[in-house]
T-cell receptor, first 113, second 116 residues
Framework: NAGVTQTPKFQVLKTGQSMTLQCAQD?????MSWYRQDPGMGLRLIHYSVGAGITDQGEVPNGYNVSRSTTEDFPLRLLSAAPSQTSVYFC????????????FGPGTRLTVL | AQTVTQSQPEMSVQEAETVTLSCTYD???????LFWYKQPPSRQMILVIR??????QNATENRFSVNFQKAAKSFSLKISDSQLGDAAMYFC?????????????FGTGTRLTIIP
């Protein structure tokens, strides 16, 4: 199993550009989520999905879109990048059982100039 | 809303010694899970240990153990016989115990330095 994979590992954008961060998992997990990590603030939930076709907002959803067309993939779209979106982004997945471990991807470091 | 507080931004310990990282949380739920994650310089988030709130017995995983005080809403991590590989950011996290609710709420982290 490859686990949770994220691409790219690093990305630099200019203000106003759009891009998609990719996340894929091969563990047949129902639950997938996106977090952002900023210095001194821990990880904060952006969006999550409990299955294909179902998504919902987390704590900091503004400026981001998600979709879940397959169980394996959960891309995160930045519609118009802003410097405030400079962060490290983590994708995570797990089974939707009551006692589970969330598996994290290696992260994407995004810089918006 | 649930909150998780880690009041120690940085900690250091001599190699082979014991260190305790603090975590407090706020919730109105009676059933939930608590976690400690380790983030080494590689950035990978690694689960260290977890605790179910309904269990009174403190969880242990080799050199890692927790002191779970439900009434005080405290969940500290004890690392015994510290090793150089333990140097990392440590995050405390909370999750409600409801089917389909896997959202984690994280603390701000404690950076642990191991002194050789």
């Amino acid at each position: 199993n490859a686990g949770v994979t994220q691409t790219p590992k690093f990305q630099v954008l200019k203000t106003g550009q759009s891009m998609t961060l990719q996340c894929a998992q091969d563990m047949n997990h129902e639950y997938m989520s996106w977090y952002r990590q900023d210095p001194g603030m821990g990880l904060r939930l952006i969006h999550y999905s409990v299955g294909a076709g179902i998504t919902d907002q987390g704590e900091v959803p503004n400026g981001y879109n998600v979709s879940r067309s397959t169980t394996e993939d959960f891309p995160l779209r930045l519609l118009s990048a802003a410097p405030s979106q400079t962060s490290v982004y983590f994708c995570a997945s797990s089974f939707t059982s009551d006692y589970n471990e969330q598996f994290f991807g290696p992260g994407t470091r995004l810089t918006v100039l | 809303a649930q909150t998780v507080t880690q009041s120690q931004p940085e900690m250091s310990v001599q190699e082979a010694e014991t260190v305790t990282l603090s975590c407090t949380y706020d919730t109105s739920e009676s059933d939930y899970y608590l976690f400690w994650y380790k983030q080494p310089p590689s950035r990978q988030m690694i689960l260290v240990i977890r605790q179910e709130a309904y269990k009174q017995q403190n969880a242990t995983e080799n050199r890692f153990s927790v002191n779970f005080q439900k009434a005080a809403k405290s969940f500290s991590l004890k690392i015994s016989d510290s090793q150089l590989g333990d140097a990392a950011m440590y995050f405390c996290a909370y999750r409600r115990s409801h089917f389909g609710n896997e959202k984690l709420t994280f603390g701000t982290g404690t950076r642990l330095t191991i002194i050789p």
